[in-house]
């Protein structure tokens, strides 16, 4: 008999260092590569895998992500499938998730009431592509207790991450967490194992940790408070995400996995999926990333006066449904859907999300505009560092990020 597995997706946090793009949303909801969320990744992974039974803790600022959830992932409730958000409901006093531990802690009640053999347990903020079954063939065929999926990140920056030691076999010894003098990997001293996140549990063994945990002052987090004394007591594996093997994929894209936490990252994931030969590609069929669906016309490219300069076109980009490119250059750019860019203007390295407006004339550049804000006529960005810090948030390497419903002069 197969074995009962129930996930958990974790979607509570900040995402502090996307500010200014959550403010008003949480991390998971923020908008991806034009036409997705964040979130529809790690769901994506998860239905494509066969695992249809998903609980979504949610918690900051979650109306955005709830209403996307709520429209786009629908299953089958026939076939006991379900996608189903569970905001804090502080079951243990009045207080917010503690940590990614507490926030399992908190919610209990959901383990109990499914009575799985196993749970996944998965955060909701990276971008990749991983069929899940190889992950618990490995934690069911070695009999372990946890089993944490991690991908191999070269040694000088593995001081960023909670590294894994492991032994020739594959099972954890020692868990780092941002270690300044990090063990390398066996058989590759110049590379070390990164936690993704993403763990599969014994569901006893889930429960008594985080019952231990919860009982600690700790920082409730399954890196630091729960991987750092299991192995030493538990039979605990590690997962090489470089071996997985995902149907349709180019070898190129093998161990593709981005934390999306800051604007540079996002930015530059973003910029991946534009390149002629993608590392990251969304038109693998064979392992579709599922979103919701705009019901709205397709996208439309108008004028064509190549000797007056008014000519709606666009080059290494990605242009989304409703879109209307009215007679201006879009070069290297993505657009989510309903946006229009008007004539004469310039638009390049930059990332408009839904509703967004370009004035003619206008002339963008390495930024990220958020929903519906209405670019000015003849407005530059991306041009002049100074006026930008000014008014926008700038990043270090200087991407322009303009709030959610900014008005412009």
């Not at 502090?16 to 769901?43: E, N, S």
């Not at 930024?367 to 270090?396: C, H, L, T, W």
Request: net charge neutral.
């Amino acid at each position: 008999m197969a074995s009962k597995i129930l996930s958990m997706v974790l979607a509570g946090g900040e995402g502090r260092r996307l500010d200014p793009l959550t403010r008003d949303r949480a991390k998971p909801a923020v908008p991806f590569g034009g036409r997705y969320r964040i979130v529809d990744f790690v769901l994506s992974n998860l239905v494509n895998s066969g695992f249809f039974r998903i609980k979504i803790l949610t918690q900051y600022k979650s109306e955005s992500l709830n209403s996307h959830l709520s429209r786009a992932w629908r299953l089958s409730t026939v076939l006991g499938h379900y996608i189903e958000t569970v905001p804090a409901q502080m079951r243990t006093g009045p207080e917010w998730y503690k940590g990614s531990a507490d926030a399992i802690y908190q919610n209990l009640n959901l383990i109990t009431d499914e009575e799985p053999d196993h749970v996944l347990v998965f955060g909701s903020d990276h971008i990749y592509r991983m069929d899940v079954r190889q992950l618990l063939d490995l934690h069911v065929s070695s009999n372990a207790d946890c089993t944490v999926a991690a991908i191999p990140v070269p040694l000088k920056e593995a001081h960023q991450f909670g590294i894994c030691q492991v032994d020739p076999q594959g099972r954890l010894i020692e868990f780092l967490e941002k270690p300044k003098d990090p063990p390398p990997m066996p058989g590759k001293s110049d590379m070390a194992l990164a936690s993704m996140g993403n763990y599969v549990f014994k569901t006893d063994v889930l429960v008594r940790e985080v019952v231990r945990d919860a009982g600690t002052k700790s920082s409730h987090d399954f890196g630091k408070s729960i991987l750092t004394e299991l192995f030493r007591a538990s039979r605990v594996m590690v997962y090489d995400f470089a071996t997985n093997a995902i149907p349709g994929q180019g070898e190129r894209e093998r161990g593709y996995w981005r934390d999306v936490g800051t604007i540079e990252s996002y930015f530059a994931s973003n910029m991946d999926l534009i390149d002629i030969d993608p590392v990251f590609s969304l038109y693998n069929e064979r392992w579709p990333l599922h979103s919701m669906h705009h019901d709205v016309p397709p996208a439309k490219f108008i004028f064509s006066d190549r000797e007056g300069g008014r000519v709606g076109f666009a080059t290494d980009s990605l242009i989304s449904e409703g879109c209307i490119i009215s007679g201006g250059h879009l070069h290297r750019t993505i657009l989510s859907p309903m946006v229009r860019i008007n004539s004469y203007s310039d638009v390049s390295e930059s990332i408009l999300f839904e509703g967004v407006q370009v004035g003619r004339h206008a002339r963008i550049r390495r930024a990220i505009i958020d929903k519906n804000v209405v670019i000015p006529p003849n407005m530059q960005i991306g041009y002049d560092p100074d006026a930008d810090r000014k008014r926008f948030p700038v990043s270090e390497s200087g991407i322009v990020v303009i709030p959610k419903g900014m008005r412009l002069e």
